[in-house]
Antibody
Framework: EIQLRQSGAEVKQPGTAVRLSCSIS????????LYWVRQAPGQGLQWVGL????????FYAQNLRGRVTITADTSTDTSYMELSDLTVEDTALYFC?????????WGQGTQVTVSS | DIVLTQSPLSLPVIPGEPASISCRSS???????????LDWYVQKPGQSPQLLIY???NRASGVPDRFSGGGSGTDFTLKISRVEADDVGVYYC????????FGQGTRLEIK
């Protein structure tokens, strides 16, 4: 069974950074891209970025470029997403996701709240 | 970038009636390997998105046969033959070929 387990909720102050983790099991980590997606309260899904765990190459949404970094640790089958210079507009539920046909699976989400 | 455009964005349906959601891609989703990479997910209230249909027309494990997917190239459709109350949620078409990977979503509600 494929599972994506995400780290716990975070409360951050504006201007700081947050680092989230997504630990996978049930498939070979390096075989598929891993996506990061966020969802602001009451809104739809917004793509954040993705990583190819095989070579560490990452791609980011244009509106977050420069503030987001996605990495993959193949020794622990874990991906990390760091978002810096947080503002209240970054308050959202953050998901990691495997979008890969029959293997399609999403993590449970990590709530990030940015508040002073 | 590939842009996925869904319609309608809101879909009120009477229980027992059919429903249909369209997903149009700005580029063909048929890969050179012959597969067409278009999946459908549903996000029910308070949950993560879950897989319904993969590779255009294949139902994921446990998905009732009321759900069917079809289409080719750039035009795809998700059909629900008889809507039930439990089908309420936001339906997304998704593709892994280029980013961003999903459409705007279609909110299905019960009339």
């Amino acid at each position: 069974e494929i599972q994506l387990r995400q780290s716990g909720a975070e409360v951050k102050q504006p201007g700081t950074a947050v680092r989230l983790s997504c630990s996978i099991s049930g498939y070979t980590f390096t075989d598929f891209y891993l996506y990061w997606v966020r969802q602001a309260p009451g809104q739809g899904l917004q793509w954040v970025g993705l990583i190819d765990p095989e070579n560490g190459e990452s791609f980011y949404a244009q509106n977050l470029r420069g503030r987001v970094t996605i990495t993959a640790d193949t020794s622990t089958d874990t991906s990390y997403m760091e978002l810096s210079d947080l503002t209240v507009e970054d308050t959202a539920l953050y998901f990691c996701a495997l979008i890969a046909g029959v293997r399609g699976t999403w993590g449970q989400g990590t709530q990030v709240t940015v508040s002073s | 970038d590939i842009v996925l455009t869904q319609s309608p964005l809101s879909l009120p349906v009477i229980p027992g009636e059919p429903a249909s959601i369209s997903c149009r891609s700005s580029q063909s989703l048929r890969h050179t390997n012959g597969y067409t990479y278009l999946d459908w997910y549903v996000q029910k209230p308070g949950q993560s998105p879950q897989l319904l249909i993969y590779l255009v027309s294949n139902r994921a494990s446990g998905v009732p046969d009321r759900f069917s997917g079809g289409g080719s190239g750039t035009d795809f459709t998700l059909k629900i033959s008889r809507v039930e109350a439990d089908d309420v949620g936001v339906y997304y078409c998704m593709q892994p070929l280029q980013s961003p990977p999903f459409g705007q979503g279609t909110r299905l509600e019960i009339k």
